[in-house]
């Protein structure tokens, strides 16, 4: 698609020594093997015998300075050029063509090396050992997080330390109270700003007891996702782990759900990110973010006693908005209750497992949140959110969902609605194919998907060998599966760093320039996530965005990202030399031939910020 | 899914089917027509299910206190803020709202109630899709109803014909007709200083001869870019004495740049969220009156800007879905049926409530539990289309259905 008329994967140089399958065409020469191995004194060699870690190499190429690695690129062009002769632009092995794609697919893209370190490992041993993230060390990504120090923390500890005291909410609120009744009408403009400032005053107060201000809590996940995309070794679990947060996704903006996002991410989806899905189910429905963002912490039996505004129970329910500040007359009101609420009860099943046509009612949504009453949240009040089942919230009767019967029985009711729904047929099939729709194609074939749902079912929901059925079908590497997906504003930055082999200092501005492509990370408010259509993504102004950013990071002008010049390329490198550090299978000759013509001598950084911001970079 | 757009640059009249013409025919035909002046349609899209029954409140229905018994807006009283403002004897304002008040006593503001998507979904996913696609209950439809208004052809098109001000385009502009998303003008255009080089070489690169998606948009991305460097709609400042406020504000405070600036903008899309208020919504106070207060500011805002101007344009709110009649006890409401649309402009037939109520005794709500639909949203865009942008061909924009003017709300004079 986006690579024009490129010669096809059959010529082109061959593989290095050792390899079985040397390709010889009429054109393959020495200068072609060159281009394509690594840079000298850092080449990455791994042992013929047992497997080592990919990444024991690869990770010292951040320490090491980049100016050894590219006189040894140079080096190994000088012995092997033959005098005068300038590279050509041939097409890349029919290997190298796959590697590219699985980097693209199983991770956020190649770093330069990564090529030919994947060649001489072997592709199904790489995809492998991703398939399988726990053996592989991760150390230098751990580095990098250690400096936000919020990551460590735990819900309790960041509602701790970086909430607002209960003091200064009581405060805000009543001080917001105040300001409305004073307020005259038509002068509401006056008024927000008058409250902007107040918060300000009121932050300015309560900061010294607090380690830092809320919005770091965000900001530092923000940054550690894209440190993780960037860095980590472990670039299929980063993928799947991407991939389902947004899959059961929950939105940091909704009172305290940002301060419990991280244990979410960290307890409930990484750690079963590869087992069964059904334990990944629970995992989620039982966490405090899932229960306050879908609302099911305060759903209640009508008819139950503590539904009712009273007490203590009532009392933390009104802090955290349920019951919103109260006019004299409802306060009067005895008895008011609680109610249903069916927002987690659709969405597990709408988004969650069956998918919208997974064959659910009206009637079924109703009876399902049924049985998740009392499924809630203790300890918010106190700082220390976890889950809990509150019997007195829980509705007793007997409950039918997708034609089963679920007899009256407490907390096991939902769990019982878990594994109905873990298991059916529905789901297999939604949850394969949203897998394949993220790592083969937005339309992904039929046979793939199905080959995919079987494999759910005969393994009862296991994730890993779900993938990996997914990455291994021969649809894999089919002709229109390369290239075929369009990178979302997320997978574009991450692939951008990783081309240009950027360091990131801070991932800040990367994360701020992110959500004005339209994708703030753990900022998604709807329930459904982020798209993973190319459709959703590609728009002028979205364009715009990327080929602003391509050009910023590649010159520098991106805060907290530097870019190694040299590493891009050292001077005097043709456009399409550059390009195959960037993009290792080149770029389309509509592309090469602008270069040539409108970039012609121009310096590697600036070649790479115009390869970054090229159409063949926006797919993966 | 269709590729979403071809640039044939070797043909000027196979540009002219796809209503995508070289900029020096468009100015050569707009010289022709004399300065005919463009008609707008603006969408706000409120994202997440807005309750209508508390936008404008059914105060003059008996039963509507006794299903809301912590979150009714009070019938008005004599004017207070506390309560709805009244509108016509049985409707009232919520007076977060209180900007309107002028529009709807100039009879530039109505109002539609009872209206949406026949479609039972109670989903916020398929809803949006259904209400953007225009053909609710199908899901095959790769395009949206704003894009396919987009295709009957116009002479004196500009890059600006359809205009999202958002970071992505919306499901209502996709499609095969151009269309241009920008989450602001100060921020559409290549920074860098001036840098020709990438300009040209970018231009060059998104230019070629391949029809895929994003070579498409790239090409869209070019001409619009020049195209808003020459008219220029940041030069344009608000009327004297006008404040656009908040995140939404600031949206429709660069559509009227950009319909100051004569830019050619037809159909614009804009969106407002957070209207999905299962918690906490409240009456007079809580989460709704504050949504309701941007919205309300930034419409009124919006009318007082554009003035006379405002006779060329209609602005209509609408919402994939409403929400139940009756409370849920977290002095929230879920997912509904049908919800209420505003329709402002200069030539509307404002001051009166439109469309069917259908009232709100237990036989009257929709499965029991939601505001009844009376009125097909595709009925009153339809109206809006026909009679304000001279749209001749519906069944094009609303496939499968038969949007006749005998079932038009009557927002505008036939």
Redesign the interface.
Known sequence: MGRGDDKGEESGGGDGPGSADVQKSPRANVRNVTILRGPGPARRELNAGTPPPVQSHMSTQHTRPFGQRAAGALLSLALTLPAGAAPTATAPAAEDVKIVHALNRLGFGPRPGDVEAVRRLGLSRWIDQQLHPERIDDHALDARLLSLRTLQLDSSALLARYDLPREAKREIQKKRAEMEAQTPPGMEGDDETRKAAYRRELMQKYRGQLDGPPRQVVAELQEAKLLRAIYSERQLDEVLVDFWMNHFNVFAGKGPVKFMVGQYERDAIRPHAWGRFEDLLKASARSPAMLFYLDNWLSADPDAQAARGQGRFGRRRARFGAAGPQRPEEGRQKGRKRGLNENYAREIMELHTLGVDGGYTQKDVTEVARCFTGWTIKGLGQDHPEFTFDERLHDRGDKVVLGHVIKGGGQGEGDAVIHLLATAPATARFVSYKLARRFVADEPPRELVDRAAETFRRTQGDIREVVKAIVTAPEFYAPATLSAKVKTPFEFVASAARAASAEVSDAGELSRRLATMGMPLYMQQPPTGYKDTAEAWVSTSGLLARLNLALDLAAGRVNGVSINATALGEAGLSPDGVARRLLPTGLSEATRKTLQSEAAGAPSVKLAGLILGSPEFQRR | ?TS?RFFLKSSGLALVSFGMVPRVFARAAAAAQGAARKKTLVVAFQ??ACDGLNTVIPYGESAYRSLR??IAVPAPRGGG?DAALDLDGFFGLHPAL?PLLPLWQQKSLAVVHAVGSPDA??????AQDYMESGTPGVKSTDDGWMNRCLRTPDPAATPFRGV?M????PRAL?GGAPA????SLQ??????GG?T??A???E???G?A?K????G??Q??FE??DFLKKADPMRYRPAAGV?Y?GRYGDALKQVAQLIKADVGVELVFTEI??WDH???E?GV???LANRL?ELG?ALGAFGRDLGDRMQDVVLVTMTEFGRTARE?????T??GHASVSFVLGGGVRGGAVRGRWPGLAPGQLY?GRDLALTTDFRDLLGEVLVRHLGVRDLARVFPGYAAVPSRFPGVLPA
């Open positions: 899914m979403r994202r997440g018994p912590t803020r209180e979904t109670r989903s916020h996913f398929d999202s958002t970071p992505t385009l996709a241009v998303a920008m989450a921020q559409f255009g290549l920074r860098g840098d080089v990438a040209r070489s970018f060059d690169m998104y070629a391949v895929d998606v994003v070579h948009t790239g869209e991305t619009a870019i404040e406020r969220g957070g299962h918690a906490a409240g106070q809580g989460q207060r500011d849920n006890g977290n002095r929230g879920d997912h499965e």
